[in-house]
């Protein structure tokens, strides 16, 4: 049973199903319906989710979740960077190497492709296009263009897993 502190009762339902109160200021125990469990249990959930998060700055008792953009704990930062940018916030983007390497990665994929491989890939992983829709289009059974994803797919994880 984990019940926030201000809440005033403990709820629980037993193993033969019946749903149990304690009143935290007398101890009395008592069963209760379904319909005030839930509206307990209701009461109970909102005042938990009320109490979590962290406190906002000149807000008076409003409190924030720990990963909004606007809010950070230092413990989480770079020690040795200025302070102000947590590493959730970093945008890969950003990183000229990383962008390079992954252009360079993305070509050498393209390139192990076949050409209707490439064409399965550019019109229906990358563009959108469903694979049966190609496979009408083209005069081709759907299974073929299936083992074409398949082998596209193979291709991209031996490709990509040199990022690791």
């Known amino acids: 049973m984990r019940t926030p502190k201000d809440f ?3 709820l629980w339902t037993t193993e033969d199903g019946k749903n149990m ?17 839930l509206a307990l249990r209701s009461f109970e959930m909102k005042l938990k989710r009320s109490q979590t ?4 700055e000149g ?8 990963l909004s953009i606007d809010l950070f704990s230092l413990d989480s930062c770079d020690k040795n960077s200025d302070g102000m940018t947590p590493p959730w916030l970093i945008d890969d983007e950003q990183n000229p190497e990383k962008i ?4 360079e990665l993305e070509k050498e994929f393209i390139d192990s492709l076949t050409p209707t491989q490439k064409e399965i890939f550019l019109k229906c992983l990358y563009g959108g296009l469903s694979l049966r829709k190609f496979a009408k289009e083209n005069s081709l059974s759907f299974s073929s263009v299936h083992d074409s994803v398949e082998a596209i ?12």
């Open 59 to 66: 807000g008076k008792g409003a409190r924030a979740t720990l």
């Open 153 to 164: 797919r193979k291709k991209y994880f031996k490709v990509f897993d040199k990022l690791k």
């Open 53 to 56: 998060g962290i406190p906002v």
């Open 21 to 37: 109160v304690r009143v935290k200021a007398t101890g009395e125990v008592t069963e209760v319906s379904r319909q005030v469990m």
């Open 100 to 103: 390079t390497s992954l252009k």
């Open 8 to 10: 005033d009762y403990d």
